[in-house]
């Protein structure tokens, strides 16, 4: 049984555990000597690792994905808490819980499940109705949907992820549809439903969150025309107009072209969903990184924001 998990380390707290590597990287000092950078992983977080003595030798004992015991010493460095690795030996997986190392959703996904049912089949098109339910009535899928991430680094990243984003695109859709006219609700539900469905088979996230050789080749948003192909093709007398339109909220909902998305949101539910999607993903992540970080007034920077975020003391007057 795991003891100390990554939320649970302190500076200069002497470590003796458990951890899933998650990356392994070598490299060579000025001086020529070698050493490793490693992303060692727990479910309640991630923290680097970095071997400076032995380091050729110690590579040896273990790889990438490997469960790994981790002897060393806490640090901090440039602000942030690494450990400073003295030993590492490789774990078998049968003497490990799984569940111990990959961080999940903090809401129960069976509960999210039913949730986002009750939303989807509320869904008045008949046609739109039939094919939520396509994907509902699929244990295979829904097995997979309910576990998947949303993402392998920026938002939602964690295990039922997918799901968590998901309800809570769906109920963005809700909430913003009241406030515009002729917007088709039943249309922008499907497409919160499966604008993402596709990452099920774009990564494996069985120990850590990894590109499969689909998702690298092809990537979620083909996968996913693909998959509501198939199954609109088994839905008798759906209409080609329509099959379209859901297709185009799949291949639009990145909302630019540097962004991978196909084409650009050219319906008005397209750019609400591409909209809603950036928002509730930038909202999560900036979140996360506040609570990762508690304790501080600004959080580090954030690369993929391209900006540091201004957590302030949890005073309601923060200086005004």
Known sequence: MKQLFVSEIQEHQPVDTIFMCAAKNQGVTKSGSGYLILKLLDRSGEIEGRVWDRAEDLAKRFEKSDYVRVRGQATLYQGRLQIRVHDVLRIEESEVAAGDFL??????????AEELMALLRGIKNPHLLALAESFLAD??????????????SVHHSYLSGLLEHTLSLSKLILKVVENYRDVDVDLLLIGGFLHDMGK??????????????????????????????????????????LATLVKHMLVSHHGQYEFGSPKLPQTVEALILHYLDDLDGKIQSVQALMAKEAGTRWTSYHRTYGRSFFRGDGSKENGS
């Open 139 to 152: 244990d295979e899928f829904m097995d997979l949907f309910k576990r998947a991430p949303a993402g392998k």
């Open 200 to 241: 099920i088979y774009e990564f494996s996230f069985d120990r850590s969150v990894e590109y499969t050789d689909k998702g690298q080749l092809l990537g979620h948003l083909v996968m996913e025309v693909e998959k509501v192909s198939e199954k609109i093709h088994a839905i008798p007398d759906f209409p080609e107009g």
């Open 103 to 112: 961080p999940r959703s903090p809401y129960d996904p069976e509960m999210m």
